[in-house]
């Protein structure tokens, strides 16, 4: 079945993935490479205190998911967004025109988490969402599954691949109404 009319212009991607599969450095080099807009949530989250606070247990803030939808609404109205974060299932499903899941190997996850200073249940717990395809079934439970994506992301020419096969995707997209 063809997507319901949008009226954007430009597409919106999401992507997703456990932490350390390349989320920021990809989304960061696709907006680059196409001047669409990188939206850090995890970032933007800090900066306009759009959290209830800190979890001790998980070292994180806790998003507080209304605050974050309310302020990308019009944004995510324009369309040209590349939108990064570990979690898929609160945004509004008709914001996204394609949901990249970047997804690592094990040992290679383990390690870039680790030199990351991960350690303890914190790591654990996050290679546990990778070997369990977490967010691909989140991405897959959320939205059309013709526009979920999984891209492996493994090593520096995984990430130009991905870049690539995504700026093609962005330049090929049109407008459904
Ligand atoms: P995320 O945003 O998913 O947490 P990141 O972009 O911050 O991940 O990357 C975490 C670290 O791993 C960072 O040092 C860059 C490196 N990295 C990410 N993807 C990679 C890849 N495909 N090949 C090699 N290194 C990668």
Not at 113 to 118: A, I, Q
Request: overall charge negative.
């Amino acid at each position: 079945m063809a997507p319901p009319p949008t009226g954007r212009r430009k597409p919106n991607i999401l992507v997703t993935g456990t932490p350390g599969t390349g989320k920021t450095t990809t989304s960061s080099l696709l907006s680059d490479a196409t001047e669409f807009r990188h939206i850090n949530i995890g970032d933007l989250v800090k900066e306009k205190n759009l959290h209830d606070g800190w979890d001790d247990e998980l070292e994180c803030h806790i998003i507080n998911e209304d605050l974050v939808c309310d302020e990308l609404e019009d944004l995510m109205e324009q369309g040209g967004n590349i939108v990064d974060y570990h979690g898929c299932d609160f945004f509004p499903e008709r914001w996204f025109d394609r949901v990249v899941v970047l997804q690592t190997d094990n040992s290679v996850l383990y390690d870039r988490l680790s030199n990351r200073g991960y350690m303890g249940s914190k790591l654990t717990s996050n290679i546990e969402c990778e070997i369990f395809q977490v967010l691909l079934e989140e991405a897959r439970s959320s939205y059309r599954e013709d526009i979920v994506v999984p891209l492996v992301s493994n090593c520096v020419e995984d990430i130009s691949k991905n870049v690539t096969t995504l700026s093609d995707w962005i330049r090929s997209w049109q407008p459904t109404s």
